[in-house]
């Protein structure tokens, strides 16, 4: 996800989709705990970016998150 499309999003939007994301890192954490193997190792990473991206979106409107 690009800052460019974040941007464009409302603040419930990105608030939506920052909860889907932080639910989906929590599921990908888990499950590498638990011994399972990702299909996509390189998931996490680009889900943990995106949440970061969306975070300073939110903070440049002045919203805390």
């Known amino acids: 996800m690009r800052m460019k499309e974040i941007r464009e ?3 419930e939007e990105k608030l939506k989709k920052l909860m ?3 639910n ?3 599921r ?3 499950l590498v705990r638990s011994g399972g193997a990702l ?3 390189g ?3 680009a ?4 949440i970061a991206r969306i975070k300073t979106s939110l903070r440049e409107e002045g919203y805390k998150v």
């Open 24 to 26: 989906e890192l929590l």
């Open 20 to 22: 889907e994301l932080e």
């Open 9 to 11: 999003m409302s603040k």
């Open 43 to 45: 998931r996490i990473r």
């Open 39 to 41: 299909e996509n190792p």
């Open 28 to 30: 990908l954490r888990s």
């Open 47 to 50: 889900v943990k970016r995106d």
